[in-house]
Structures are given as C-alpha cells and as structure tokens.
C-alpha cells in the first residue's frame, strides 16, 4: 500500500469505475494504467470477488467504502483523487463525486444522463408511465442529477462517435445521451452562456457524426477551437468575480454567447471515433480542464495490491486492487 512517486505525478490516484457486467481485471484501469497513473479498481457488488447485489443502494454503499480506502488506508487526499467512469458507472461515479465534493476531477467515459430515456426506447409507449414509475422507485439511475451536485471541481466527458449503447437511436449519434448529459451539465455550471440560440448551436455541434462535420458546423459559427480572446474573457472573469458555480460568465451579443458556448463544450468533451465497448487509449486520459485554471496533467502505473474489504454499511465485501505508480 505504499504509493512510489518516482514517476511524474505518481500521487494521483484513479479510482476506477465499471460499467454494466464490467470486471476491473480487464475494464477500465488498464487505460490509466498504461498512462501511468496509480489506480484503485474495484469490482460491483455481486461481480468478481464483490459479495450483494448492484441495486443502487449497495453501488452507493461500495463505491464509498472504496472510497474511504482510498483515504484513510492509502492515504491518498481528495485533492489528488481522480474518480474515472465508464457507461454504467458514471452512475457511482457521480455519486463518489457528489459526496465527495473536494475529490481533484471527474472523467466519465461514453455515460449517460438518465437510465429512464434509454428504457423508454426499448418498450411500447403505453407502458412509459410504468417503466418510468419502477425506475424511479428501484433504479433511479440519474447521472446528472448528481453530477450537478459536485460543486466546483473539473469534469471531463469522452463522446464516442460510434457508440452503439446510450444512443436511443442506434448509429443516430443526436440520440446519444452522453450529449443530453455534458450539455445538461454545462448548462447547470454557466447557466448564461448555454441557453437560447447559444444552447441550440451547441447541441448541433455536439451531434456532429465526425471531426470534419464539427469543423464545419464550427466554421458556420466563426468559431476556432483554441481561441486566445475566450480564454482571456473566461481568464478574466475568473479573476474578476471567481470561479464559483453556478458560473455567471457571460458574452455581449448572440454571436459571442455561441463561440463561447462552443468554447466552453469543447474544454469540457472529447470526442473519441470508436464504438461503445472499446478500451479508451491512454492519450484521451487527461486531468480535465479546470474553470479555475489550475491546469496539472496526471501521470502515473506500478506495484499492485489485492484487497477483500468488508462493506462497513452491509454484510458484503468488496474486492479492490490498488496500482502503484
């Protein structure tokens, strides 16, 4: 349980979170690993050598018993805590980051908004009210409502383009809800830019099927990505007013408000060409980019060890593996 820091960053820890039947032995800590990050990798309740059931109630339990590890056992404080999501578990992810409101940044990886749209597709409009009604009462798993309730921190989202999972429409990217998730999210934190044309404008950008389509719809825009004067203005209300969320930077004029809009998507989305199951590539796996400015990238990957915690909130127990760098 003793972190090396020989590497660069080596004091920063992911904590790894899988999605829908994923094991952590061949999910998710193999893309931070290789980028050199220490890990903490987990397994849900009932998957591995993870005792229960995952129902809401015991991923909300497992996910703050590994995080408890990760701080009172290897010592690691929240401000060099990265919690990193994929799919399905964006869903324990927000909650880590909603009780753990000082952990350094979120990454979640092709994740969803609301189970309750992508049930919805899948079955008969008369029964909507039912499916709905049984979902709020037993699987309520609403990743932006709780990712709205991480106060400060930076949160990073990765799109994938080919994604054939969290889109209602199968191939239809406008009806992947990872979009519905970053812009409900960026909506909430800079509530004057997302809104109006400005809002309209960034959803068409975000639904964009590829790199060229975002070039184009961007140049429609007269928006370059990487542009000086925004990040002076956003450097600049920082400095003036803070950095406090909900945000209330603004632009002058409509044309302004959609640049920066387009802005402010694009420090927070990657957009990655591949479908929903591959493993994401270590040169994606960067610390986000922070509206406060403090701007560190993460590296870290080594020594490992294995773990069976007992769920201090129910009778199960856990298994975890912690990485080293």
């Given at each position: 349980?003793?972190?090396?820091?020989?590497?660069?960053?080596?004091?920063?820890?992911?904590?790894?979170?899988?999605?829908?039947?994923?094991?952590?032995?061949?999910?998710?800590?193999?893309?931070?690993?290789?980028?050199?990050?220490?890990?903490?990798?987990?397994?849900?309740?009932?998957?591995?050598?993870?005792?229960?059931?995952?129902?809401?109630?015991?991923?909300?339990?497992?996910?703050?018993?590994?995080?408890?590890?990760?701080?009172?056992?290897?010592?690691?404080?929240?401000?060099?805590?990265?919690?990193?999501?994929?799919?399905?578990?964006?869903?324990?992810?927000?909650?880590?980051?909603?009780?753990?409101?000082?952990?350094?940044?979120?990454?979640?990886?092709?994740?969803?908004?609301?189970?309750?749209?992508?049930?919805?597709?899948?079955?008969?409009?008369?029964?909507?009210?039912?499916?709905?009604?049984?979902?709020?009462?037993?699987?309520?798993?609403?990743?932006?409502?709780?990712?709205?309730?991480?106060?400060?921190?930076?949160?990073?989202?990765?799109?994938?383009?080919?994604d054939e999972i969290i889109?209602?429409e199968p191939g239809n990217?406008?009806?992947?809800?990872?979009?519905?998730?970053a812009l409900g999210f960026?909506?909430?934190?800079?509530?004057?830019?997302?809104?109006?044309?400005?809002?309209?404008?960034?959803?068409?950008?975000?639904?964009?099927?590829?790199?060229?389509?975002?070039?184009?719809?961007?140049?429609?825009?007269?928006?370059?990505?990487?542009?000086?004067?925004?990040?002076?203005?956003?450097?600049?209300?920082?400095?003036?007013?803070?950095?406090?969320?909900?945000?209330?930077?603004?632009?002058?004029?409509?044309?302004?408000?959609?640049?920066?809009?387009?802005?402010?998507?694009?420090?927070?989305?990657?957009?990655?060409?591949?479908?929903?199951?591959?493993?994401?590539?270590?040169?994606?796996?960067?610390?986000?980019?922070?509206?406060?400015?403090?701007?560190?990238?993460?590296?870290?990957?080594?020594?490992?060890?294995?773990?069976?915690?007992?769920?201090?909130?129910?009778?199960?127990?856990?298994?975890?593996?912690?990485?080293?760098?």
């Amino acid at each position: 349980m003793i972190t090396c820091l020989r590497k660069p960053h080596g004091d920063y820890l992911v904590v790894c979170c899988e999605g829908n039947a994923g094991f952590y032995e061949v999910g998710t800590p193999n893309t931070p690993l290789e980028a050199g990050y220490s890990v903490l990798g987990w397994n849900h309740p009932g998957f591995g050598g993870s005792t229960g059931l995952p129902y809401p109630a015991d991923e909300q339990d497992a996910i703050d018993t590994v995080m408890q590890f990760a701080i009172n056992e290897l010592k690691f404080p929240l401000d060099k805590i990265v919690i990193f999501a994929w799919s399905i578990g964006g869903y324990s992810a927000s909650w880590a980051a909603k009780q753990y409101p000082d952990a350094r940044a979120v990454i979640l990886d092709a994740s969803f908004d609301d189970v309750v749209p992508l049930a919805y597709s899948k079955m008969p409009e008369v029964l909507h009210p039912i499916v709905e009604k049984t979902l709020r009462s037993h699987f309520d798993l609403n990743v932006l409502k709780q990712l709205k309730e991480y106060k400060s921190g930076p949160v990073m989202f990765v799109k994938r383009l080919r994604d054939e999972i969290i889109c209602v429409e199968p191939g239809n990217q406008a009806t992947n809800r990872g979009i519905d998730l970053a812009l409900g999210f960026l909506k909430h934190r800079y509530p004057k830019v997302f809104r109006g044309e400005a809002l309209k404008a960034a959803k068409r950008f975000a639904e964009a099927n590829s790199s060229s389509e975002a070039s184009r719809v961007a140049s429609s825009y007269q928006y370059r990505e990487g542009d000086a004067e925004l990040d002076a203005l956003i450097g600049d209300h920082v400095q003036q007013k803070g950095a406090d969320f909900p945000s209330l930077i603004d632009a002058t004029d409509d044309a302004s408000r959609i640049k920066l809009a387009l802005h402010l998507y694009k420090k927070h989305v990657v957009d990655y060409d591949m479908d929903h199951c591959s493993l994401l590539p270590k040169a994606l796996f960067v610390l986000p980019w922070d509206f406060r400015e403090a701007e560190t990238p993460l590296v870290g990957g080594g020594q490992n060890a294995y773990y069976l915690l007992p769920n201090e909130n129910c009778s199960s127990q856990l298994n975890v593996e912690f990485f080293a760098a």
